[in-house]
């Protein structure tokens, strides 16, 4: 195509960007006018122009014409003009086009004409576009081209590859049928290609439905062993490099780790070949190049992966760990890296854990010496794996001489494992309040509060360390410079058991405080507070210093203080050491009691931020080895509790509400993680769920978010500062929902002023089923955010993962109230602080015509409680009081009230006993809100109270619709309140744990329709 060589040049000739868009601008002019001019176009011509546009797309200008002879080339027996045009489609033909029936009909044709060269361009097109029409339109036949005798190698191949396509991306359309046994007795094929592709094929589907595919074990055991076993000359065509066909061997190997180990005469010949891998590697290398090593250790670990995913045979096992022992020192970073990660997971095994720990000394090594972050980091988490009571003191010690010079993306996981490592392996807790304190003085500033409120709970839950706590931490606190974690723990311990070493003079009670109020100007408001709890703590053990401590809770920097709750504290601390008798202060100030023993929050935390496969030990692999099938799914989390760690130096006393605390699993030490859950990364907020937010501001009831796979729905109540919500989560597909897990995140800054306690779902999802999930909440304080709602589940082996803002906003809390006219304009001109008011004009959404209104109200004065009031249609006949005639009436007393009643004529409803029309002419609405209008095309009627009706136009309108925002935003509508009749205004009280807040409303509209509402609180 020399015209297209000539165009191509000259686009490379441009010397600027300009004159290169002017050269395009005039060819796509011609190409266009040749499409449109010339009629009789070979097909030689099309396809050059087609590829000229092709190429243009490629340079990155937009393409709006020529796919219609795009498509035509596809019915070109000519194989350059067919390729061509398949090459267009699969790049530039969206999914959506409304050309994809011509396209799907020519590649019908093509798979139809047996010829493998036009079967091989259509399955390639199909591969490429994905969508879910081609799904639809090519999953029955794709299996059938795989299967057929007749059927090339190279179309085989391409057939199983375009199935693998097409089940990832709509699993639920690829049937499951006759073919699979035929599927799977393509591993014994003589081709290694349709091999290489059957085995890709059959490992995504024997993820989602092993029983169907169990027989794929003893073939792929067989081909893996004939591979294994063979020369590089016997697989010429397949050998790489001197390994014979080294990605088939990583594939079968794949596959084989969605089984258990196999049946004893399949597993001694899948031992053999792991044997022989394992003995390859001892091997000198046949080529020195790095394509040589490259392939032969893919091999070599996925095969060691294997030995780990069966952890059944000991020999291969520690044979597996010294093979990974030898490159822990080569020369390429990769291979170390790789070592370190897989022998973490070695570590877990109860037959190789020993191997492991003998090659320490070059972990540590490592930790010292490399100079890649990313493998000090694997070295971190294979000290982490291999210690035990053995070896913990000396992994400990490392680990803090490290600590000083790590890098600091690492260091706050590093100082999470120091801490978990002390606890759970200490024998003597000397040693490991040594360690916690000497880790705060070297790395404060990354030691998380879940790591000193464990210190507290052991020290105080441990009568034989008490005292040397309270010691040690009274000579850590004479440090010039001490970490505001350390004051933390310091005061709260002393607090406590102070009183353990009062007796010795250089620690005497008055040199105690004296130590503690050195440090109370340095801190942060919050370890203030706990200062201020500890000296009160003081006045009760030691009433020698009691004067001392009254003096500072009567200063001025104390009592008028700017925070109001150091300020509350010294005033209520210091009023109940001058009035409280001394047994008063003993039993209110008395000693913490122990706390229930309960799971540890740091390995929660460590989870949450590395991931449950990171942090598995030798027990947890023990006890999940029996529930251990197909490969181990993913665990469901044990809950998805939004909760936050309550702070021990919010309620030293022990006076506040007990949180509540989800229950620990059975069995398992003292570091248990209830809050396993998942290590994917939280996925952005979904396209237009803000818009849905937005609208449960004023309801809620209603459906959140849905997408082709999943429906949200929400149903909720709130009362005061309370509030439940009913979460529906609905499977749209016939497929499964796996791991189906909900969580609840709240921000830093939202977790102390809404608590929110989720209760769990189940994992599995069926298919066309809902499940529900109940949500209590309490607004502890006023709030501006809103929770994110994160879900995640497999779905045909995909993993899904979709977050929405959970709509819990701070007028939810907001509860009528009535008041009369002077009461609220008196209290609107108090409220008069630029903090309390705020205004804002805003555009109507509807018309807002104020003589209409008017004139569609109508009082009714007089008329008895419970009779209907109507508004009948022009010409009907009817009264504009809303009587019927006797024949039109039939007395049906008990109706629910709010039961709305219609008529093509006019349309009623009643509030109490009365005379209604028939049942078949009802329509039931209880529950309907006070003013919501029973819609009719001629006219409506609703309710404001006892003895009064109005007539309304349907809802749509203005009146009907500010009706309905302001009353479902949360504040009473009030009458006759406002001299002007126009305005709108409402009254409500916000109600947290904390305070009430009022809140004042007017809603005044202009004659330009633009609406002003003023608010006051």
């Avoid at 589907?205 to 067989?222: C, D, G, I």
Wanted: with cysteine; charged share 20%; glycine share 6%.
């Amino acid at each position: 195509m020399r015209g297209l060589a000539v165009f191509i040049s000259d686009i490379r000739n441009c010397k600027s960007k300009e004159a290169e868009i002017k050269r395009i601008n005039k060819e796509l002019a011609n190409i266009r006018s040749k499409f449109k001019g010339d009629k009789a176009l070979d097909g030689y011509s099309k396809k050059k122009y087609v590829c000229k546009l092709l190429f243009i797309f490629l340079l990155g200008h937009d393409i709006d014409f020529g796919h219609m002879e795009a498509v035509n080339l596809l019915s070109s027996n000519r194989y350059t003009e067919k390729q061509i045009g398949y090459l267009f489609i699969s790049v530039l033909v969206n999914s959506n086009s409304e050309l994809i029936r011509l396209i799907n009909n020519a590649i019908k044709n093509d798979l139809a004409s047996r010829n493998p060269t036009f079967m091989g361009l259509a399955l390639h097109c199909i591969a490429s576009v994905g969508s879910r029409e081609m799904a639809e339109a090519f999953a029955g036949e794709i299996p059938k081209v795989l299967v057929a005798g007749d059927t090339m190698d190279s179309v085989k191949q391409s057939a199983a590859l375009c199935l693998l396509r097409l089940y990832r991306t709509s699993p639920d359309l690829v049937p499951m049928g006759d073919w699979t046994s035929r599927v799977v007795h393509l591993l014994n094929d003589q081709h290694l290609g349709v091999v290489t592709a059957a085995t890709s094929l059959i490992t995504t589907l024997a993820q989602k439905n092993p029983e169907e595919f169990k027989t794929s074990v003893s073939l792929a055991v067989s081909r893996l062993s004939r591979i294994v076993t063979s020369a590089s000359t016997d697989l010429q065509d397949y050998t790489y490099y001197f390994v014979p066909a080294p990605w088939l061997s990583v594939k079968l190997l794949r596959l084989l780790q969605c089984y258990p180990p196999p049946d004893p005469a399949v597993r001694g010949r899948l031992t053999e070949c792991l044997e022989t891998i394992l003995n390859k590697a001892q091997e000198p290398p046949k080529s020195k190049k790095v394509q040589h090593s490259n392939a032969k250790n893919a091999v070599l670990f996925e095969a060691i992966s294997l030995i780990i995913h069966h952890d059944s045979e000991p020999n291969l096992l520690v044979r597996a760990c010294n093979q990974l022992g030898q490159f822990l020192q080569h020369r390429e970073t990769n291979l170390r890296y790789l070592a370190l990660e897989s022998m973490c997971t070695l570590a877990s095994s109860e037959f190789s854990h020993e191997a492991v720990k003998t090659h320490i000394e070059t972990v540590i090594n490592a930790l010292k010496t490399e100079r890649d972050v990313s493998v000090r980091q694997r070295a971190v988490d294979l000290l982490y794996a291999m210690c035990d009571r053995s070896n913990a003191p000396q992994i400990v010690a490392e680990m803090l001489s490290y600590l000083e010079t790590a890098d600091y993306s690492i260091r706050e996981e590093i100082v999470l494992k120091v801490a978990i490592l002390a606890e759970k392996y200490a024998v003597d807790y000397t040693w490991y309040v040594d360690t916690i304190l000497n880790l705060i003085r070297i790395a404060g500033d990354y030691v998380s509060e879940e790591v000193w409120y464990r210190v507290i709970q052991i020290v105080i839950n441990r009568d034989d360390v008490q005292g040397y706590a309270a010691k040690t931490v009274f000579e850590a606190l004479q440090a010039p410079a001490c970490h505001e974690n350390l004051v933390k723990v310091g005061g709260y311990i002393l607090g406590e058991f102070g009183n353990l070493i009062a007796g010795d003079p250089r620690s005497s009670p008055l040199i105690q405080f004296n130590l503690l109020h050195s440090k109370f100007h340095l801190c942060s408001v919050p370890t203030r507070a706990l200062l201020l709890s500890t000296y009160i703590k003081f006045v009760n053990l030691f009433p020698e210093v009691k004067p001392t401590i009254q003096d500072v809770l009567r200063s001025d920097s104390q009592l008028r203080n700017a925070d109001v709750e150091l300020q509350q504290r010294a005033v209520e601390y210091l009023r109940l050491s001058t009035v409280a008798s001394t047994d008063i202060l003993a039993t209110v100030l008395e000693e913490m009691p122990p706390f229930p023993e309960r799971e540890s929050s740091i390995l929660a935390k460590l989870k949450k931020k590395k991931g449950p496969s990171t942090v598995t030990d030798l027990e947890d692999t023990k006890r999940e080895r029996s529930v251990d099938v197909n490969g181990g799914p993913e665990p469901a989390p044990a809950s998805t509790s939004a909760m936050s760690t309550p702070s021990p130096s919010a309620d030293l006393l022990g006076l506040g509400r007990p949180t509540a605390r989800p229950h620990p699993p059975p069995g398992g030490g003292l570091l248990v993680d209830v809050f396993s859950d998942s290590a994917s990364v939280v996925a952005p907020l979904a396209p237009g769920s803000e818009d849905n937010f937005a609208r449960f501001v004023c309801k809620n009831n209603g459906v959140l978010f849905e997408n082709q796979l999943l429906q949200i729905g929400l149903k909720s109540e709130f009362r005061q500062n309370l509030g439940r919500m009913f979460i529906f989560y609905g499977n749209k597909t016939s497929t499964q929902f796996l791991n189906f897990t909900p969580t609840l995140i709240c921000s830093d800054d939202l977790q102390p002023n809404l608590n929110l306690q989720t209760k769990p779902v189940d994992p599995t999802v069926e298919g066309g089923a809902q499940v529900q999930q109940v949500v209590n909440i309490e607004c502890v304080s006023d709030f501006t955010e809103a929770p994110v709602l994160n879900i995640q589940f497999r779905y045909g082996g995909t993993f899904q993962n979709v977050s929405v803002q959970l709509p819990i906003t701070l007028n939810k809390f907001f509860q009528p109230t009535e008041m009369a006219s002077q009461d609220f304009f008196q209290r609107w001109k108090q409220l008069s602080n630029p903090q309390q008011e705020v205004q804002n004009i805003f555009k109507a959404k509807h018309p807002m015509d104020t003589e209409v209104t008017k004139a569609k109200v109508g009082h009714l004065e007089g008329r008895p409680r419970g009779h209907a009031a109507c508004n009948p249609a022009p010409g009907s006949g009817g009264t504009a009081r809303g009587t019927l005639s006797v024949t039109q009436r039939q007395g049906l007393e008990g109706w629910p009230r709010g039961t709305c009643c219609s008529r093509p004529s006019t349309r009623v409803w009643r509030d109490g006993p009365g005379d209604t029309l028939p049942a078949t002419q009802c329509q039931d609405l209880e529950g309907w809100p006070r003013g919501t209008c029973c819609p009719q095309p001629s006219a409506g009627v609703w309710r404001d109270g006892p003895g009064r009706a109005a007539c309304d136009p349907a809802p749509g309108s203005s009146f009907s619709c500010f009706f309905e925002q302001i009353i479902g935003f949360g504040s009473a509508l009030l009458e006759e309140v406002d001299p002007n009749p126009a305005n709108f205004v409402g009254a409500g009280i916000i109600h947290t744990k904390t305070t009430q807040i009022g809140c004042l409303l007017r809603l005044e509209p202009n004659l330009q329709a633009q609406v002003r509402p003023s608010g006051n609180g």
